[in-house]
């Protein structure tokens, strides 16, 4: 059976992928394939966040990193600025939205390039912690 976590991690990476994929699409000028990638992206991580809420609300239990020597510092470093940058990409992402929604593109496409590599990190990352606390530092 699929863990949680590993739901979660799943739900991470689609969302960046969804993402690389709406960023190609506009860039090639395909503005209703990009639109279509970005409201699944958003989607997706919304499921995520319900996903990984729901967990920690119910189990309430975090598993720890067991990494020891020089990771430490990498880890919590990485862990750090995606805590700290998954809080703050939330605003940004409803801000952009809302441009493009009103059909602001201009505004949309300023606030865009802040709001996309954050928002890609956020994904890329929440892959990785979940590679190095649940695969390659796992509890024992």
């Not at 190609?24 to 958003?42: E, N, P, Q, T, Y």
């Not at 990984?52 to 862990?79: A, D, E, S």
């Amino acid at each position: 059976m699929i863990s949680n976590a590993a739901v979660n991690a799943s739900l991470n990476g689609l969302s960046g992928i969804l993402l690389a994929c709406g960023y190609l699409a506009i860039r090639a000028g395909k503005k209703d394939v990009h639109k279509a990638f970005m409201l699944s992206a958003v989607g997706v991580s919304l499921l995520f966040f319900i996903s990984y809420v729901t967990y920690h609300v119910r189990v309430g239990k975090v598993v720890l990193f067991q990494g020891q020597g020089r990771i430490r510092p990498v880890y919590f470093t990485l862990l750090t600025s995606h805590t700290i940058l998954a809080a703050a990409i939330v605003p940004l992402i409803i801000v952009t939205l809302r441009r493009a929604w009103l059909r602001r593109f201009d505004k949309h496409r300023l606030i865009a390039r802040w709001t996309l590599p954050l928002w890609f990190y956020v994904s890329v990352t929440g892959v990785i912690i979940y590679f190095m606390v649940y695969q390659i530092y796992a509890p024992k």
